[in-house]
């Protein structure tokens, strides 16, 4: 057990790695979602324990070496409580979305490629596990590529509905590698000032190099700078910030109903995660916010995305897309949460992280299921199904209040935080923003109630209530999201513990 | 479990709840046994005392408290539910009933809210209740009326939603001990007139809770929507959204001056837009903003005297606005016909409503012997003596008087309008043929119930001014209510007020009309303005952008079918070009801006 | 009243509403010769208020202000009630 628990940094990437090429090499079918559901599991228990031992250490930090190579030569993974919160997020909601998967993936991918899906489900998983808890700014690329890859993939396994899932990922293909390209342009450039590959090791290296730009020999100044501006808008892209959401409306709209959820809740997530240890930790909120104002950039595009994206999001047929857009409103919340650098917006950010993810994970459950008994999920597919679905169409009402914000759901708690914040930096404006993205919100949300409730269905078929695993999983991440609206003590603690932290290694 | 580890709110919320359940006769039972369940334990809580607290966020909620105004606003709020309940209850309106329990249920939360959180919350529940009452309406525009009054309470509920966060934000940062707590804003009393950082969040609350109390410019949102409900929801309407916002606002902005100015608005407001009114309930929506306007005055005044007469003037209002509502909504189920013009000589078979009607108008403009005399005139004394205290102080109070007039004023006003005006045209003027009868016993018994009520505050006013904030004050107003000198100055003055009706009735002859009001603002002027000047605008502008988009490298990706209005180019992004050339920019910008920013 | 009826005895029972009316207004003025009237704002100079036609004649004229502010305002803002719904 001490083996396990010790290599648990480890573990929780290897795993899923190591799982997944045992399910794309099986032959059985059927065994595939078995092997993904333990792989999940295990993943879920692994990262509690991980948060637990973080939250246990006096400096809030476990550090792991990739076979005892001491940093900065060999692979480090450091474990504090952001990424630790973040690995729960992302092994929390796959775990749930994979016990949701099984029928809802039976029905949209053909039965030969099953096995072959859930080794892409697992790689993707593995993927943005890696991203999380490296420390390592290259190894972070290459695992960048590995949830990418299998992104595209599995997006493009959306065919069978829609063919549209093909341009969807041509699209995706072509984006997030000029976007995971952008990157390994920034980190060369680092690389070639600082001569180190790990985050904290490049952190420690640039503070000579900002020390020196004040005086009459500057060196790297234009190296740093550009390597940072590649990396920062790589990762904009990665995170689908406002303009660069490009990709990101058609690849929920057209992946499978579980791919759709997945990436939903723990994709951007991931990416706005690497945004955070970039500003914070890799670059120094000193040199990214105080010299070079990207928090100004930040904000002006946080402050778009949530407009535009709720905007937009009013104007969709495809309650998908819908919803994706909403997405992109919503990450304008978290970006705009970080952007503003002090504690509240920290922790808005990080809360949002983790209410987002479950909430909008939830409802693109509740749309999987309305795939797999009505066939499409347009508004007009969704008439009148508050009768003939009561516990999903519930699931889904209660959701949309969190993306509202309506007190007592989670939605609420990230947007308090978020308008403390911006009160307390005084920036009135972006708190009149959030605020009406939430009547935006209101709109495209009750759009859709109001078709669920009291729309009319021309057809008069007869629709079931989801089969129990699909419900029950929706209902988790929907009861959750209510749960953590109600009592946020968890949620705040948490978020608490991961601002304090970053604000503490400011340079 | 004791009666007061209950929640009074609780009460209705599991009424709305079980209704359904429930068939005809039983489900009138129940329905007509919570309310008087819910005001038991009301009273059960304020003298026992039943404080809950709930940790939130690390601060605390106090789901159940008890304000010096609680008593007389849980009370109404019970009784009116009760009333109404068995107004409606002949006909079978079960969603109405239902939203109309949740709708009350929340009134009696915000009655009993000890914390802005828990205030807010069950402010917004009485927004969906309400709402829905107005929905099932059934009235030829209860649809559209339903969706502007929810716009309208959703934005009120932003601005107090932003406001509650400023202020608790500022409180935590002052290290308050319990930074939720809804009380009185006392430094909002003196700081009014300027607007600040420090007291942006109290204005932004003040904002919200006026919206609901129908304040200026958003008065017409009550004869916009009011009017749309069924006979009995629009009872159910006039007695809860304005009363509680009443209610919060006496809590929390006692002796604000601008309330007084606002009120002063809505009092000649009411008036001025009543006269004009053809359509019977919405004349009646005019005056009940006539009448919010009385309450603000008291509320703005501030002293205990006419915290007293807001409080007591807001419970026997319910009472007869209610009671004109039932009267005026039994003319409209017997007859089908709701505008003035088309009534007329039902006093020969509607008797009881017509006297019930004419309870309900002298109890509305203040006539002697009804509840409006005894409550009112609290809050008219509580003007001169508020005068008279500052003038000893020698601080200026001409706006008191002025105010006192032109309350004065307002009052013969609605006397002609809501009493002799709605009596005359409804039940006499020319024989309109029609010969409906009465009401159902239901509707008569609701109505003759509700008349009893006001009548007897109107003998007996001791009953109501012991369960006000200030009992003392009451008391001792309670001596001096009816001197021969007050009585005379309210029948010569409502009196004379009647005869200039009746030597004006040629021009107050009843057409079918509306007549504009700040509303048509957001219903007319800005609609048209979208389609008729920024849509061709941007449509100009659209063309612009797709001329510059195919002169682009690259177009050849992009799907020919699709239409291309502005916001759908940014919403469907098939093509790869614009979002990469969108990276490049970006890359651009940023370069330009880490390279430029940091020399500058 | 204001549409002269054809029926005699509908006219007759009007006189007698009229009368039955004045004299009660006639009444009440008489009463207030009576009854002492304290003037309200007497720190202010202000003692019209004490006047026993005082308040009769304030009824009268409110009333008449009133009906002509809003009947000079409908000229400007009358609308068929159908404004609306013609969108």
Known sequence: MELIRHNLPALIVVTPLVMGLLTSIIGRRGLGWWMAMATTAAGLAMSVQLLVDVLSQGDRTVEYLMGNWPVPFGIGYSVDPLNATVLLIVSLLSAVITLYARKSVASEVPAGKLNFFYALWLFCITGLLGITITGDAFNLYVLLEISSLSTYTLVALGKERNRRALTAAVNYVVLGSIGACFYLVGVAYLYMATGSLNIADIAERLQPIYASWGTEAPIYQKTVITGFAFMAVGLSLKLALFPLHGWLPNAYTYAPSSVSALLASTATKVGAYAFIRVVFTLMGVGFAFGRLHTDVALMLCSGAAILVGSWLAIRQNNVKKLLAYSSIAQIGYIALGFALANKDGITASVIHLFNHALTKGGMFLALGVVMYRVGGTRLQDLRGLGRKLPLTMGAFTAGGLGLIGVPLTSGFISKWYLVSACLEQGRYELAGIVLVGSVLALVYVWRVVETIYFGKREDEVTVREAPASMLVPTLILVGASIYFGVDSSFTTHLAGEAADFLLKVKP | MQMTDLPPAAVLFAGALLLPLFKGKWRFAVALALPLLALADSWAVITQGGESFIPFMGMTLQPVHVHAATPVFATIFCIMLAGGVLFSMNDDRRVELTAAFVYAGGALGVAFAGDLVTMFVFWEVMTLGSTIIIWSGRQHDSYGAGLRYFGMHALGGVALLMGIIIVVTQRLHEGAADPLAFGHFSAMVDGWSHLDWDNAGMWLILVGMLVNAGAPPFSSWIPDAYPEGSTSGTVFLSAFTTKTAVFTLLVAFAGVEVLIYLGVYMAIYGVVYGVNANNMRRLLCYSLVNQVGFMLIGIGVGTKLSIDGAAAHAFAHIIYKALLLMATGSVLAMTGRFRLGELGGLYRTMPVTMWCLIIGGLSISGFPLTSGFTSKSMVVQAIVDESSRMAALGEPHTYLIVTWFLFQAATAGVFLDACVKLTWFIFFQKDSGLRPSDPPWNMKAAMIGFAFICILLGVFPGLLYQILPYQGEAAAYAKVVYSLEHVMVMLGMLGFSGLAFFLLLPILKRGSYIHLDIDWIWRRFIPRFWKEVLLPLLQQLDNAQKAILESLPGRGMRDPSLPAPIARRMGNMWAVSVPVFLIVLMLLVYLVAYFVLPTL | ?87
């Open chain 3, 1 to 87: 009243m204001s549409d002269e009826p054809k029926a005699s005895g509908v006219s007759t029972r009007a006189l007698i509403a009229w009368l039955v009316g004045a004299a009660v207004l006639v009444a009440i003025v008489a009463v207030d010769y009576t009854v002492h009237h304290h003037a309200h704002f007497t720190a202010d100079g202000i003692d019209v208020d004490a006047m026993p036609e005082f308040f009769p004649l304030f009824g009268l004229v409110s009333g008449f202000v009133l009906v002509l502010l809003s009947k000079t305002l409908s000229i400007a803002l009358k609308r068929k009630d159908t404004f609306y719904a013609d969108d």
